[in-house]
């Protein structure tokens, strides 16, 4: 290969592709590079990969696996190696294409706590992206939330590292399929979460020992288990190193250490960022070197700084067998996904629904909703007369998270016309219910658009602090929504936020905020609601936990819906009317105030401050969740009160259904490290079991956990397991634990090898 050929292997195009070979460029906005070069010049000497080429703008699928084709047909035919590129596309909530199935939202995912359904939803996703070409989905996220005001909380399974660890690998196994022929991409390595101010991009503050344990540990997990065959680095820097540069996160530690086989890509526009936001040198091709020597391998959505290898050669930043390296890798993977013998894609097979994704859709949707408070109240009898106002009643795109279809035509200013949308909450209820009434009461946003200011580093706007938000301040719908309650016997008021990427919407990536109560004047409207003296019923959609002031106490139910997606508000309706037992538990505590945040279960005793802060804690925790039936728990047994280093913990528990009502309990087992030589969390989720019981149903759980899973990370940056006494724990949530005991692990220090035991079986 020449070095045109070479470097050619290592970008991007980001297209809006046409059958007749007469494709677009679609610039990226958020770097400061400009792309010079004709299309024609950028695809003289082959491509890496096609950025979205479905997922760019509204085309009919058929027709845009056509243009796919014709420019893999370019590729194979008209340059001197005809090496076909690796279309990749989103598929977080659903293959991110028009008329593709709206799945729920990743933190949908985290709160039904059942693994086995997201493989199932996983394997849809892939089947779809597949009949389209895509040979590399850009999910699962496995940022471990810390601070629900960051805007991409939407896109997180949970803020405990082991059950986000646990879900991604079902994720990644589902999408990737046995044969491996299509690549899930682990998401954003890593530590992405727990910026600075929860502001997007913003700076990580973490030494090494508390970013493994928390935060790299759900990545080597989807690794070493889940075989996941790419990795995307983070825009931001982690104590002063970014992670589109370092070495140390991408060779040492990923590939190194965990045996790491695939492609590791750069988020969209990462590696320029180097140049213009990070200002680790004052070159393109600087940035590019630096991204190259870490260990990223393509460039994405395109060539902006990959184009500039040539004189990162010239320059001596790089050698030739830097490329080789790089490219070699490239190539495999291209082998690996059978793009040499088959680079084309059969028109007749493309489908981008089935019942069955519908189905699964709808099962995600339900299992996920989380009942906060049920004063009496649900489920509602089919003929109780409604009222149910809010700005999110009649609204689809509000039961829609970020990264789904509808959601990013907002940002890329495309039209929307004939694109799949869903019913709206008001829908479904009027279809379960025989008497509802409607009243919007207000908007949460006066407009959506794409202007907003866009992407941290706009210095102009760090300067003048022009952003604000067009939130909706008017309450002249207020008195309409009173009359429409006064009439009705029961209110379902519902709230939330709505998700659109770079303050285009209340919450989604870049959509960060500093406050955790309900967007606009939803709170003023759910408080004159209560004060109607009517019961009230809040259902809360979005992609993150909000505080109601007080209300909580004072309204007769809530219903955490998240952003559910296609199916979302028949399975909320389901749950009100009660033909839904509601199973879903939280995955993200829900703090007083903002001014707990950052908060999670899995703090350290001082994080409550001494004394401890008035402000600190959490109403509703990790784990929580009510349903129509009660649960009972019985004895633990543990096997043993003893165990040696390399052994096994096991313990047993009886769960009872005492309600008249099947049901479904998420049984989880906590461990706290009683004496260690580091400080450690109070308790740690080290297993978890969703048990289906009838009403009146006993069922036996059982949990086997390996010792090496009690491991934290010492000084010298290796897992360890020290002797001493651990607390285990079970319990219903993080905060109601109902059974306790102890057992020893005896032995000397062990560090843990490559292949330690990282999953805790359940039966």
Not at 74 to 96: D, F, K, S
Not at 233 to 256: F, G, Q
């Amino acid at each position: 290969m020449t070095i045109d050929e070479k470097v050619a292997q290592l970008g991007a195009q980001w297209l809006k592709l046409q059958a007749d070979g007469d494709h677009q460029t679609r610039e990226l906005e958020m770097t400061d590079s400009t792309q010079s070069s004709s299309l024609s010049e950028k695809l003289a000497h082959g491509l890496g990969q096609i950025t979205r080429p479905l997922g760019t703008v509204p085309v009919d699928a058929k027709e845009g696996v056509m243009a796919l084709n014709a420019l893999q047909k370019q590729l194979v035919e008209e340059t001197r190696l005809g090496i076909p590129a690796i279309p990749h596309e989103e598929c977080l909530v659903g293959l991110m294409a028009k008329g593709a199935t709206l799945c729920p939202s990743s933190l949908n995912y985290g709160h039904t706590w059942n693994p086995q359904l997201i493989e199932q939803l996983a394997e849809e996703i892939g089947d779809q992206a597949r009949s389209v070409g895509c040979k590399q989905g850009l999910a699962p996220v496995l940022d471990v939330s810390r601070d629900v005001r960051w805007g991409r909380t939407e896109e997180c399974l949970s803020e405990d590292p082991y059950h986000t660890g646990i879900m991604a690998i079902s994720y990644v196994k589902g999408l990737q399929g046995e044969k491996r022929d299509l690549y899930a991409t682990l998401k954003h390595f890593v530590g992405h979460s727990y910026s600075e101010g929860a502001r997007n991009h913003a700076p990580v503050h973490l030494g090494f020992k508390e970013l493994n344990d928390t935060f790299l540990l759900p990545f080597e997990m989807a690794v070493k288990l889940g075989n996941a065959a790419s990795v995307m680095p983070a825009y931001h820097d982690i104590d002063n190193e970014a992670c589109h540069a370092s070495h140390h996160l991408l060779t040492d530690v990923l590939r190194n250490q965990w045996g790491f086989d695939g492609l590791i890509v750069a988020d969209y526009g990462g590696i320029e960022l180097l140049k213009s936001h990070h200002a680790l040198t004052d070159t393109v091709e600087g940035a590019a070197a630096l991204a190259l020597k870490a260990g990223v391998d393509v460039e994405l959505p395109d060539d902006c700084t990959s184009s500039r290898f040539k004189q990162a050669l010239e320059k001596g930043l790089i050698s030739e067998a830097d490329l080789d390296e790089t490219v070699s890798r490239v190539l495999k993977a291209k082998f690996e996904l059978g793009l040499f013998e088959d680079p084309y894609t059969d028109v007749e097979s493309v489908c981008l629904t089935s019942d069955k994704a519908d189905a699964l859709a709808y099962q995600v949707a339900s299992e996920s909703i989380v009942l906060l408070e049920n004063r009496n109240t649900l489920p509602l009898a089919a003929q109780t007369k409604l009222a149910v106002v809010g700005p999110t009643a009649d609204d689809a795109m509000a039961l829609l998270g970020g990264y789904s279809f509808p959601v990013h035509l907002i940002l890329s200013k495309e039209e929307s016309d004939g694109v799949k949308v869903c019913p709206t909450i008001l829908d479904a209820l009027s279809q379960q219910f025989e008497h509802v009434s409607y009243a919007k009461g207000c908007d949460i946003l006066t407009e959506r658009h794409a202007n907003a200011p866009v992407f941290p580093g706009d210095v102009n706007m760090v300067i003048d602090h022009e952003a604000k938000w067009p939130l909706s301040e008017d309450i002249t719908g207020f008195a309409e929504m009173e009359s429409t309650i006064n009439a009705a016997e029961v209110a379902i008021v519902c709230v939330g936020d709505l998700a659109g990427l770079f303050q285009t919407g209340t919450v989604g990536e870049g959509s960060d905020v500093d406050s955790l109560e309900l967007p606009g004047v939803q709170l003023n409207m759910l408080q004159r609601a209560v004060d109607t003296g009517k019961p009230v019923v809040v259902v809360m959609t979005g992609g993150r936990p909000y505080n109601l002031g007080g209300l909580e106490d004072k309204v007769a139910a809530i219903v955490c819906g998240w952003a559910p997606g296609q199916e979302g508000a028949r399975a909320i309706a389901d749950v009100l009317c009660g033909v839904v037992n509601p199973s879903g538990r939280l995955t993200v505590s829900i703090p007083k105030s903002a001014g707990a945040v950052p908060y999670f279960y899995n703090h350290k005793l001082k994080s409550a401050g001494t004394p401890v802060a008035f402000h600190f804690g959490s109403k509703y925790g990790f784990g929580y969740g009510l349903s129509y039936t009660q649960f009972e728990y019985g004895e633990m047994t543990l096997a043993q009160s003893s165990v040696d280093m390399e052994g096994v913990i096991d313990v047993t528990i009886e769960v009872s259904n005492r309600g008249d009502v099947a049901g479904s309990e998420v049984v989880q087992l906590y461990v706290r490290d009683c004496v260690c030589s580091l400080v450690r969390p109070l308790k740690e989720l080290k297993g978890f079991n969703k048990v289906e019981l009838a009403a009146g149903e006993t069922k036996k759980v059982c949990f086997s956990l390996p010792v090496d899973m009690l491991n934290f990370t010492d000084y010298s940056g290796q897992r360890v397991v020290e002797a001493g006494e651990f607390e285990i724990m079970v319990g219903s949530s993080a905060d109601s634990i109902h059974q306790r005991a102890m057992v020893m692990v005896e032995g000397t220090k062990r560090v843990l090898p490559k292949q330690w035991r990282m999953v805790c079986e359940t039966r």
